[in-house]
């Protein structure tokens, strides 16, 4: 049975004056059968009995009244229920020693958002798990093709195809990304590495991301800068993977030999980035949702253009955590479209002091290296791959088998699984520390669920760097450059 709202005044004793109907259905009685009894004569929970009393004298001997949300109340059946609760002190003839208390029945709706909680917590548990077993196959994938590469193919259709498999490992993570920054950014856990930035540098990384794709649909990018340097308080990788979204997205609904513009000002205080196609456009049904989760510009069974409709919710999400706005514009079907970013601009010029990134210089010499992944597949792949770069393998499957190894290999440089069957990463790096043989070691986390959001945690369990499942080879040359180079360098980055 639903219990409405329960009304009913007690004494300073704590007893029962008067009570509802809805105050004594939950009390397993009658409104008769509540006077003159307290609250521990029905509800077995004394720790709630106690409370309860507290509050009531609280109210009596202040004279004001307390709101109290969310009470927990347990019924005699032994049902546990929520109440919106509101206690009044009740005066008489300028004495006060009744309170008057006014519950609203929350407990439906309490339910309700618990679930949804528990729901929202396993979709995200999914999700990431889903990437990680995603990342997983494709790991050999990249890690064979990089093996090809290294083998300076000759034959033109061989050439062709494993490009063609780079590319779409390159975009299923992407994807994977992007899935699961949503779900990162709507439970609040993106933090921003903020710094003051020159905006051609990250518009340099943007277009180098969205190159191969605009250069193989035969597209013209027309860009067109702001004559003078602008700087801006921002997150260089964040911001990068918002303009590449936005390119990619004008680049896919875009015809062959179409044209976009990449145009870059400012205007008063705000730096005003703004992107247009010559693509299929937007419907105007469609414009005021463009941003929404899982929303395409393509409604037809076709998709023809593929993509998740997680891009430009993204692109939103990110540009409002820096404090700006992002708005799309379309003169309809078949008329192009144009987004406009808007972020408050740097007054810091920091030109006179920035300096140029030197370049690791490429291994003089091979280094001991010791890969812990229990995927077989990746681990043997990888393997292939440093052994043709002149590097020393060995490799174990499981986390005490690294440790093992580990004191008889002595390895330089650790390339070490976070998930794996017996200890995790973060254990097997603490013990790693511990030993001497492998207390100055390079230590790598390579994951697959995606940019750990424990940084910390990884610091603090003596990782140096982390790389993500498929490894990008050219962020893994340079960490092994730079530990031939400086080997006291043990900064997390």
């Not at 798990?129 to 034959?155: F, G, S, T, Y």
């Amino acid at each position: 049975m639903r219990i409405a709202g329960v009304i009913f005044v007690k004494d300073k004793q704590g007893r029962f004056l008067l009570g509802n109907q809805a105050l004594a259905e939950s009390y397993g009685t009658s409104p008769e059968g509540l006077i003159g009894l307290t609250e521990a004569d029905f509800n077995a929970n004394s720790d709630e009995v106690t409370r309860f009393y507290k509050n009531d004298l609280l109210v009596i001997s202040s004279r004001l009244s307390k709101i109290i949300p969310d009470e927990k109340v347990t019924h005699t059946d032994g049902s546990v229920h929520w109440y919106n609760t509101i206690k009044i002190p009740l005066i008489d003839d300028d004495k006060c020693n009744k309170v008057l208390v006014v519950a609203t029945n929350i407990t439906e709706h309490k339910r309700a958002t618990q679930a949804l909680h528990l729901a929202n917590r396993r979709k995200d548990e999914f999700l990431a798990m889903l990437a990680h077993e995603l990342r997983n196959p494709l790991a050999p994938i990249r890690n064979a093709v990089q093996l090809l590469k290294i083998q300076a193919i000759k034959d033109p259709k061989l050439l062709w195809s494993c490009n063609t498999i780079d590319r779409q490992v390159t975009h299923m993570t992407r994807l994977l990304d992007d899935l699961l920054d949503v779900a990162r950014i709507m439970q609040g856990k993106i933090r921003l590495n903020i710094e003051y930035l020159e905006l051609t540098d990250i518009v340099n990384n943007a277009l180098e991301t969205s190159h191969s794709l605009i250069e193989s649909r035969g597209q013209e990018l027309i860009i067109s800068p702001s004559m003078h340097s602008q700087w801006i308080n921002v997150d260089r990788i964040r911001l990068a993977q918002v303009l590449s979204n936005l390119l990619n997205n004008a680049a896919k609904y875009t015809d062959d030999g179409g044209k976009i513009t990449l145009n870059i000002r400012r205007e008063d205080t705000e730096i005003v980035i703004e992107i247009r196609d010559t693509g299929i456009g937007i419907a105007p049904d469609i414009l005021p949702h463009i941003f929404d989760l899982f929303t395409q510009a393509d409604h037809s069974l076709a998709h023809s253009q593929g993509g998740l409709g997680l891009g430009l919710t993204l692109v939103r999400q990110l540009v409002e955590i820096h404090g700006g706005t992002v708005t799309a514009a379309s003169d309809g079907i078949g008329k192009g479209s144009s987004f406009t970013v808007r972020l408050p601009a740097s007054t810091i010029n920091l030109s006179a002091t920035k300096s140029v990134p030197t370049q690791p210089s490429l291994p003089l010499s091979k280094l001991r290296i010791l890969i812990v992944d229990d995927y077989a597949e990746a681990a043997e792949s990888l393997k292939m791959v440093l052994e043709i770069e002149g590097h020393e393998i060995k490799i174990a499957d499981c986390g005490m088998k690294a440790i093992e190894q580990a004191q008889i290999f002595q390895p330089q440089v650790v390339l070490l699984d976070i998930g794996l069957p017996d200890l995790n990463g973060y254990e097997v790096a603490k013990r790693l520390r511990a030993l001497p043989e492998t207390r100055k070691a390079t230590l790598i986390a390579l994951t697959g669920y995606g940019k750990p959001e424990g940084l910390d945690l990884l610091k603090s369990t003596g990782f140096n760097h982390y790389l993500l499942k498929p490894i990008d080879f050219d962020k893994l040359s340079s960490l092994l450059a730079s530990t031939l180079n400086v080997r006291s360098d043990k900064t997390l980055c």
